[in-house]
């Protein structure tokens, strides 16, 4: 009996035990293709059904098919005749281009849905030799039984990933099969050999710029130890330290964050947000081509600085005022300002918009400047509830105790109340040790006479700049916001696609919003990565990286609903939309939304 055949019976006996669960696969099973088997499983193929999706959108006119099509139209020459088709696919394992090079398998193929625009995934079809490769990343045979398949067991698969020789990302799959029955052990290296030739036609037809990227990369890249990068708003090329740091960032995030440092000529080390709660250093290096920018050069670094490089990362980083955080150059700004003007003996007004922390910048002030004092708080709110009469007495009392009085929302006091307070006010301030304090919303509409009263606080009066206008303190905000909140004892951190749409949402209603946003995210999440598909909806549909037309708003709007009704499950959403799969992951990584790693 042919070893092929003895073989054969040998694996699809552990194919049969495999999909039964009775003894397991056999030991002559190799291991790369039980671990397909698993993930097929894992994606709940049916291995006795033969159904294969169709994708419309797949793209037909690419870069990677004008590369591949001339080495494989000489292949299908030299191989003419030969019992064997080519197979093209793109880098979801759609077909995008066949030669059936003998025309006995036409009726085989398609039969069995190898044709254009069918998708072999593993997530769809298991073990097969277009979308093993993908999985894998490396040259996949799969031989007879060894598809995950019954229906595909009477084929031989040979297949192997293109990468781009810069970027090293995966552009497609180039794939020879047979029937069993002909297999043939020297079709591998014809595989790797056109894989080559593809290749070496995509870099002769890169960009100007991508080989200008890799040309200022390699010299630092080589024998570096530090993580390094160089990237555009197209292409990223890392060594291996860079890829293992940057695993979780997304591709436009980092280059929406190099492209800003580069525009603010931004020098030396910086540091950069991996998560909330993880900051390394980089520096930023413009990449030209004449006058043309065409990318940076990120160089990253975990390790231990120079004292003195300590020391000046200590004071930008200890908080003007203590239990406040933020580093932006504006809040920073307004928290000295408030504790200069409070030292100088003035009233203080905050103003800002609801949500911002108004409270909290007042009540850290005072801790820090009245330590010994007890500085109560009146929320002018309540006015109408106590009525004009009380609740100014009470006011009038407060301020009488010589101590320091806070008047929350004084936009909320009507006319009578604002006059009282006017006058107390008046009356106390020559009064040794009294300090008074107040807030105001500055989007709440309020009468003349509490304007009159307003500008008693006029030397004193201070505005904390919206939180969309300091995106850079919400990593800072988030990480304090987990430490009060979380109680799993489990370190929860977000990943760095979650922590990048915060920084991108406009957070209307300011400090208070993203504490709600962290603090439900924190209440539906699986384990110790809060993932964008654990934040709240209408966050993620803020959390793009440039402002929507109308139309593309909608368009959003009806992908963010339906992921959320499919319980962020991929493919039910597209179902429910009526597009494929890859059109809606497409689609939601234009905007920004990148869940690759959380839909299924």
């Not at 030292?343 to 922390?357: A, M, N, Q, S, Y």
């Not at 929320?379 to 009085?405: F, I, Q």
């Not at 009060?484 to 209603?509: C, F, I, K, Y």
């Amino acid at each position: 009996m042919p070893k092929t055949v003895l073989r054969g019976r040998q694996i699809r006996q552990a194919w049969e035990q495999f999909n039964s669960d009775a003894l397991g696969p056999s030991p002559d099973l190799r291991d790369t293709v039980l671990a397909s088997w698993k993930r097929s499983r894992q994606f709940g193929v049916s291995p006795d059904t033969l159904a294969v999706p169709q994708d419309v959108e797949t793209d037909t006119e690419s870069r990677f098919r004008w590369a591949a099509e001339p080495v494989l139209d000489d292949l299908a020459e030299r191989l003419h005749g030969t019992s064997n088709a080519i197979l093209l696919a793109d880098a979801q394992a759609r077909v995008v281009r066949r030669w059936v090079l003998e025309r006995g398998l036409l009726p085989v193929l398609d039969r069995d849905f190898v044709t254009e625009r069918f998708c072999f995934g593993e997530e769809h079809v298991g073990t097969n030799g277009m979308g093993s490769p993908v999985e894998e990343r490396r040259p996949f045979v799969v031989a007879g039984p060894e598809h995950y398949k019954d229906a595909f067991h009477h084929w031989t698969c040979v297949g192997a990933p293109v990468f781009h020789p810069i970027s090293r990302q995966l552009e497609g799959i180039i794939d020879i099969s047979c029937l069993y029955k002909d297999t043939n052990d020297l079709i591998l290296p014809l595989v790797v050999d056109a894989v080559r030739h593809v290749e070496e036609r995509l870099f002769l037809d890169a960009s100007r710029a991508e080989q200008t990227l890799l040309r200022h990369y390699l010299p630092v890249a080589r024998g570096s130890s530090r993580a390094v990068t160089a990237l555009s708003d197209k292409t990223i090329i890392t060594n291996p330290l860079a890829a293992r740091l940057l695993q979780d960032v997304d591709q436009a995030a980092l280059w929406e964050r190099a492209s800003q440092a580069v525009a603010d000529h931004a020098g030396g080390l910086q540091d950069f947000s991996l998560s909330a709660n993880e900051t390394v250093e980089v520096r930023c290096t413009p990449i030209h081509d004449g006058a043309r920018l065409v990318g940076a050069l990120l160089e990253f670094s975990r390790e231990s600085a120079p004292d003195r490089r300590k020391a000046r990362r200590r004071s930008t980083r200890k908080p003007v005022l203590d239990g406040l955080v933020g580093k932006s150059r504006a809040w920073t700004s307004v928290c000295t300002e408030a504790v200069r003007r409070v030292g100088d003996g003035l009233p203080l007004l905050v103003v800002g918009e609801p949500g911002i922390g108004k409270l909290s910048l007042v009540q850290a002030v005072c801790a820090r400047l009245l330590p010994q004092h007890q500085v109560a708080v009146v929320d002018c709110a309540n006015e109408p509830v106590e009525g004009v009469a009380a609740w100014s007495c009470r006011a009038r009392s407060l301020l009488a105790r010589g101590h320091g009085v806070v008047f929350r929302h004084l936009e909320a006091l009507g006319a009578a109340s604002a006059s009282a307070l006017s006058a107390a006010i008046d009356e106390s301030l020559p009064t040794v040790g009294v300090r008074v304090f107040g807030t105001l919303t500055s989007t709440a509409p309020h009468s003349g006479e509490c304007q009159a009263l307003v500008e008693r606080f006029g030397a004193g009066r201070i505005e904390v700049p919206p939180l969309r206008q300091r995106h850079e303190d919400i990593p800072e905000l988030v990480a304090e916001i987990l430490r009060r909140h979380d109680n799993s004892n489990q370190g929860v951190r977000l990943t760095s696609e979650a922590l990048q749409v915060l920084m991108r949402a406009a957070w209307p209603q300011n400090v208070r919003q993203l504490e709600n946003a962290v603090r439900a995210a924190l209440s539906v999440r699986s384990g110790p990565l809060v993932g964008i598909a654990d934040l709240p909806l209408d966050v993620r549909r803020q959390g793009t990286r440039r402002r929507l037309s109308p139309m593309e708003q909608v368009e959003l709007d009806a992908m963010m609903t339906a992921l959320e009704q499919s319980g962020n499950n991929r493919t039910k959403a597209a179902a429910a939309l009526g597009i494929s799969r890859a059109t809606l992951y497409r689609r939601l990584k234009a905007y920004g939304l990148e869940l690759e790693r959380l839909a299924f």
